[in-house]
């Protein structure tokens, strides 16, 4: 995998989620898609086992510092982790399945994206809530949220649908060079 175009596909993706996106929310509760994970899971589909977690890594890190935890007193703070734990489950979900799957049908990318990211918003979710039991300042409603970040998951499938042609028409760029072994596919 070209890192360096990882590198800047990742830096448009952030700049479309925390730029463009607002102008997408669903209603009042925040319920926002998400670019990053259609992008991990395209990864994840095409990118060795190694590459691919790592690129999880810093996907979830770089999420996890752009998305600051409001406290009672209205502070807020970073919390570094459950993005970064949250995409790395999506990975080994992607990897356990990605040899009977079609790569290139848009329809793929679209239910894992969907699936991905209702396991990493569990995680989050989960997290958070754990951190809850201790004094923890932070600001957190494990119901509403849970609820909040499923209707972005569902929402997040809708812009897979767009991201998918996108992601299949950069494929060439990405140079992923391993061929993953499929059940019902041959290798190009």
């Not at 209603?27 to 990118?47: K, N």
């Amino acid at each position: 995998m070209n890192w360096f175009v990882f590198a800047f596909i990742s830096w448009v993706a952030f700049g479309i989620e925390r730029a463009l996106l607002v102008y997408f929310d669903a209603g009042s509760g925040g319920v926002l898609p998400s670019v990053i994970i259609p992008l991990l899971v395209f990864v994840a589909l095409h990118a060795p086992r190694t590459q691919t977690l790592w690129a999880a890594i810093i996907l979830g890190v770089l999420s996890d510092l752009l998305s600051p935890m409001v406290h009672v007193d209205g502070g807020a703070s970073t919390v570094l982790g459950p993005h970064a734990l949250g995409f790395l489950l999506v990975c080994q979900f992607v990897f356990a399945i990605r040899g009977m799957v079609i790569r290139r049908n848009p329809l793929t990318l679209i239910f894992l994206s969907i699936v991905g990211s209702l396991i990493a918003q569990i995680v989050i979710v989960a997290i958070f809530t754990l951190r809850g039991f201790g004094d923890d300042p932070i600001v957190f409603h494990a119901g509403a949220e849970l609820v909040q970040r499923s209707l972005s998951s569902l929402y997040t499938g809708l812009g897979a649908i767009v991201l998918s042609f996108v992601f299949f028409a950069l494929e060439p760029v990405f140079g992923f060079q391993s061929a993953v072994p499929t059940r019902f596919a041959r290798h190009l």
